[in-house]
């Protein structure tokens, strides 16, 4: 089975603009999970989606936003970047939720310059 | 007060040695999960527990829930093993279910050869 993956991988933009990330789940998960990485908060949980639906949400600004197809494929959307928005964006998949065992993608490095 | 401790934050070691890392949570969870990261950014579960002792090769994690704590051991550490391990909790919500994970800030190994 394939693993999660990311696109892109890097990217670098400039304050002010907005971003688009994507998460392709392993086949047959419904839940993913996404997690922002920074040296100095370290990982943090930023949302949850299952079925399409948003399950849980952490404590982020409403900048950060998401959503989930019916292929279960997620994408997650920044809008006005700002500097402390540079970080390691890493998204997980499951099979079920609340607490289920997930699977890490590579994560997308985002660059806010 | 950071709701998931974990020590050491350093620990360099020579190879064969023993290793363990420790992690105390303050609240109930519904699992724990460690994570293991290696440089770049790739994280991999090694184990999710809810009780007990799981082994996986020269891994072993143990959580004992009445005393809100968990291990990490690795047997014959070889300089492979070097990567930053995370303890990582889902915290039980007043519903029963669980949120996003709520990470540690991980303990930096280092295995000599």
């Known amino acids: 089975k394939a693993g999660v993956t990311q696109t892109p991988r890097y990217l670098i933009k400039t304050r002010g603009q907005q971003v688009t990330l994507s998460c392709s789940p392993i086949s047959g998960h419904r839940s993913v999970s996404w997690y922002q990485q920074t040296p100095g908060q370290g990982l943090q949980f930023l949302f949850e989606y299952f079925s399409e639906t948003q399950r849980n949400k952490g404590n982020f600004p409403g900048r950060f936003s998401g959503r989930q197809f019916s292929n279960s494929r997620s994408e997650m959307n920044v809008s006005t970047l700002e500097l402390g928005d540079s970080a390691l964006y890493l998204c997980?998949?499951?099979?079920?939720?609340?607490?289920?065992?997930?699977?890490f993608g590579p994560g997308t490095r985002l660059t806010v310059l | 007060k950071n709701e998931v401790e974990q020590s050491p934050q350093n620990l360099t070691a020579q190879e064969g040695e023993f290793i363990t890392i420790n992690c105390s949570y303050s609240?109930?969870?519904?699992?724990l999960h460690w994570l293991q990261q290696h440089p770049g950014g790739g994280i991999v579960s090694l184990f999710m527990?809810?009780?007990g002792k799981k082994k996986h090769g020269r891994l072993i994690a143990t959580i004992n829930i009445q005393e809100k704590h968990s291990s990490l051991h690795i047997t014959a550490s070889h300089p492979r093993d070097s990567a930053v391990y995370i303890c990582a909790v889902f915290l039980r919500t007043s519903g029963g279910g669980a949120d996003g994970l709520t990470f540690g800030k991980g303990t930096h190994l280092i295995i000599q050869p």
């Open positions: 527990l809810s009780s």
């Open positions: 609240v109930g969870i519904s699992a």
């Open positions: 997980a998949s499951s099979l079920g939720t609340s607490g289920t065992q997930q699977f």
